[in-house]
């Protein structure tokens, strides 16, 4: 169990500090922790032993008890109440405004943003395309052009708020009495409701749309990462700002080609044969056919290196990973008479390998070799 700090040490006050002192501490730290404005992880839990702290010690029965019995004299009945009463009072954003003043009148806001995954091929990621999507968003009614009432009709000033778009109400608080500012709830804090509300929107000044938008995939773009498209999103509330559009590229696996970092990776097969006396090869890259010149007696788990042939930086089309290829030395499982015959008179010529000459560095190393 989390051991309970000493109530004045999570003040910053003395244990003879006066009312005036307490009133002041609580004020500063309750700022200070305050979630609305502290985005640390542990801001809400200081926020709420600050209060538990305060709750206690600004009662004088209870600092009595606390005085003299420690957490154990206020256990029973300490802040976990109190702040209870906290949430009563309508959350943090609430208190907040209450304590340090605010309002809530209700102006132009940002709208939402929107995300998206769009899957591209690897071809398609290495060089860059332009995809089309559809998307539902909401945007400016096109009917009263966000203005909620029906065209030919006006808005009025609220009745309720005398357009001022708050409410005054007051609670009773351990403090004592707080006068709180709160949104109107008749026009939602504009100051202004609406007598014949559109008919396309509902009043609401936004309508639902679906539109096909283009997005262009950079050259070089992995999997996983994001686009951001501005003003994409959302339309804001009152004709405020449109919220971005997050666009999540998922690149397609390819059977022939592996991304390692701007680099790619190829296996290509030889028989023993080809392997033994050198050959040229026919290798796929990103820009097609390449040849390849294998020198006699290249090992499987041979790598070599095709410069400018790999992934694009991203913003920088000029500058260009190489693409790796891993040479397989292939054993025929199927061989004709006259096959086994050759092979059998090779195998007796060459005879049995030192322990020595065997390559136990494998592919896998060399492959990791090559692409550190």
Excluded: W
């Amino acid at each position: 169990m989390t051991q309970q700090r000493d109530y004045y040490e999570v003040l910053g006050v003395s244990r003879d500090a006066s009312p005036e002192e307490l009133n002041k501490a609580f004020r500063q730290q309750a700022l200070k922790f305050h979630p609305d404005r502290n985005k640390d992880a542990d801001a809400s839990e200081r926020f709420k032993e600050v209060n538990a702290a305060y709750q206690v010690l600004s009662d004088p029965e209870r600092r009595s008890a606390y005085d003299r019995f420690g957490h154990a004299g206020v256990s029973g009945n300490s802040a976990g109440r109190g702040f209870s009463d906290f949430q009563n009072f309508g959350g943090f954003g609430d208190i907040f405004d209450a304590f340090f003043g605010g309002s809530s009148r209700s102006g132009p806001s940002r709208g939402a943003d929107l995300e998206l995954e769009v899957s591209v091929s690897f071809i398609e990621s290495a060089f860059g395309a332009e995809k089309e999507f559809e998307i539902d968003r909401h945007e400016t009614c096109s009917r009263c052009d966000g203005k909620r009432a029906e065209p030919g009709t006006e808005s009025v000033t609220c009745t309720t708020c005398n357009g001022s778009g708050e409410v005054r109400r007051v609670q009773r608080m351990v403090f004592g009495q707080f006068q709180q500012v709160a949104q109107c709830s008749t026009c939602s804090g504009t100051g202004e409701t609406v007598e014949s509300p559109c008919q396309t929107c509902s009043g609401r000044g936004t309508e639902r749309r679906t539109r096909r938008i283009a997005v262009d995939i950079p050259a070089g773009i992995d999997d996983g990462s994001r686009i951001v498209m501005r003003g994409q999103g959302e339309k804001g509330a009152m004709n405020g700002p449109t919220g971005d559009l997050y666009v999540y590229v998922r690149v397609e696996p390819h059977e022939l080609f592996e991304r390692h970092g701007n680099d790619v990776l190829a296996e290509v097969s030889v028989n023993v044969a080809q392997a033994a006396l050198g050959t040229v090869l026919s290798v796929p890259t990103l820009d097609g056919e390449h040849e390849l010149k294998v020198p006699a007696g290249t090992q499987t788990g041979k790598i070599f290196r095709i410069r400018d042939a790999g992934f694009p930086h991203v913003g920088r089309s000029s500058r260009r990973g190489d693409q790796l290829v891993a040479l397989k030395v292939s054993t025929p499982t199927r061989l004709s008479e006259r096959q086994r015959e050759l092979l059998e008179e090779l195998a007796e010529s060459l005879g049995t390998p030192d322990a020595g000459q065997i390559d136990d560095g494998g592919i896998f190393g060399r492959i990791k070799d090559a692409l550190s």
